[in-house]
């Protein structure tokens, strides 16, 4: 989160030197960094903990943790669709923090916190 806050806090900076026009002069590049933490986080930690739920479970009990462990993912998903909501409505939705205009919202506030 305090990656994508930092490459979300550089792009507003660049929105706003130019003007706000689309396209922005910045490279994809510059993605980078957050989407290797989080490509790496899902090779590690999903991978490690299927396994375990695999390996570690009874006979009579694999197919059920590896529900479990797929509704986990989903709660996660769902979850964060809920704190998505919640934090549109309580920063002034359409002028807060998820703008509809990515260039006037505040992303980089909505990942700090």
């Not at 980078?32 to 899902?42: D, E, H, K, M, R």
């Not at 299927?50 to 998903?77: N, Q, R």
């Not at 998505?84 to 700090?112: E, H, M, P, Q």
């Amino acid at each position: 989160m305090g990656a994508a806050a930092l490459c979300e806090r550089k792009r507003l900076a660049v929105a706003k030197a130019n003007g706000g026009s689309n396209p922005l002069h910045i490279s994809v590049f510059f993605l980078l960094p957050q989407f290797i933490l989080v490509g790496s986080a899902i090779a590690f930690v999903y991978n490690g903990q299927l396994d375990f739920f695999i390996t570690e479970s009874p006979k009579g009990m694999k197919t059920i943790s590896t529900g479990l462990f797929v509704s986990t993912l989903s709660f996660g998903f769902f979850f964060s669709s809920l704190l998505v909501s919640i934090a549109n409505k309580l920063t002034g939705g359409k002028d807060g923090w998820l703008a509809s205009s990515i260039n006037s919202g505040r992303l980089d506030t909505y990942f700090c916190c």
